[in-house]
């Protein structure tokens, strides 16, 4: 049996928030991956040569989901194995928190088949990838404590089922994530 050889790689995105009506809501996209499955994940993506990782995290998440975006806090990283064309890729992602500055979901660019707003309290049920899921309600705690206490007084898991899609609009500026929040690192 051929052993795989092994690599690293990394990425950047965010979770984007915006509030409606003083509730909070994030930004998820889904695409097709092999077989057809349609997994709906966080916007993120590769650095460009010399880019800083919040360089990359703002351009990943204006590509793929339209909205021109700010850093408001840093998040934790997750890290998940792969394997792809032969190769057992060790890949460590870093997110931020964000809010919108501009831009429309209409906007994205073609890695995403379906870009949509979900409340915090949606998000476990559409959100394929468990470390995703975790790391939004990680967020929760500092962008809604109150959505933080139902999903977990609830016990939710995430069925990956997502609701019908609402139709995209335009994000005007939102209020701002307060800066005095500390940044969530490590769990």
Known sequence: MARLRASTAT?????????????PSLVVGARRRDRGILTWTLPKGTPNPGETREQT??????????????????????????????????????????????GDLANHDHEFDQVRWVSFDEAPDVLTFETERAL?????????????????????????????TPPSSPTSARPPVPAERAPLRGT
């Open 11 to 23: 990425s950047a995105g965010g979770i984007v928030v915006r509030f409606d009506d003083g509730i």
């Open 57 to 102: 995290a703002i351009r990943e998440v204006a590509e793929e989901t339209g909205l021109q975006v700010r850093i408001t806090d840093v998040l934790d990283s997750i890290e998940y194995w792969f394997i792809q064309r032969g190769t057992r890729i060790h890949k460590t992602v870093h997110y931020y928190l964000m809010e919108p500055v501009g």
């Open 136 to 164: 939004v309600a990680r967020a929760a705690e500092v962008v809604d404590p109150t959505a933080a206490a139902r999903l977990a007084a609830a016990g939710r898991r995430g069925s990956a089922a997502p609701a019908p």
